[in-house]
């Protein structure tokens, strides 16, 4: 039986899987993809908040060394927590490959004039894009990291990032102020379970510029090292 004295978490926040990339998306516009990645977002963070009360993540042994479900754990509901976390995390790298898909070919048939007027990329959504043509040098110039590494399913791949992203900003840090990346150090164990919003800049196959809005939530509970699951190098 579950404690009415730890958050819980409505069934309906499981999505309704199909085959393929276990989320219907089909006809879906790009502002409803966005909404849809907000919606999951918003679950994970609830499930870590499950996970967070009971002082475990996704590696804590749950049984005794004999072979017991721990005493001092509710063991059923951290178990279905864990579960419900690996699905939500899948379906949404799924999404945000769809989400990558729909911006590639978005630009791919758009003039530059065309993508500044689209009244559908200017919806204030957690994750954004600017147009990739004409992208200034001198922002280019200013990115104070670049992404060496990302683990599945971490933090930093659910929302987003990519191997090769150049940081243009970390929350309020920027290339004047992030002291050899420590204050972006500080600013992520301050954050634990909120959302920092991350700007990047991203080189498209085409040669153009992408320039994108991530949310990223660090967290301990998503079953690896450390709360963001990349790596990054100084610029």
Known sequence: MESIHVPTLPSECISNTVQGDGIKTDGFTFAQLQAKKMDMEAKLQALGSVMDSHKVNMKT????????????????????????????????????????????????????????????????????????????????????????????NSPSAV??????????????????????????KNLVQ????RLIHVQVMRELKCGQIQELTLSLTPSKSWGGRGLLGCHILPL
């Open 61 to 152: 042994p749950l049984i005794t060394p004999d072979g017991f479900p721990r005493a001092d754990l509710d063991v059923a509901l951290i178990r279905t927590t864990r579960a419900k976390i690996i699905h939500i995390q899948n379906d949404l790298k799924s999404l945000m490959s769809v989400i990558e898909r729909h911006i590639h070919a978005y630009f791919a048939s758009k003039s530059q004039d065309d993508v500044t007027e689209d009244s559908d990329l200017k919806l204030d959504l957690k994750t954004t894009i600017s147009s990739p043509s004409q992208t200034n040098k001198h922002t280019l110039d200013r990115c104070l990291a670049k992404v060496n590494s990302i683990v599945h």
């Open 159 to 184: 929302a987003g990032l990519q191997i090769g992203d150049k940081i243009s900003s970390f929350g309020h840090i920027n290339f004047s102020n992030h002291d050899c990346l420590n204050q972006i």
């Open 190 to 193: 301050e954050s634990e379970g």
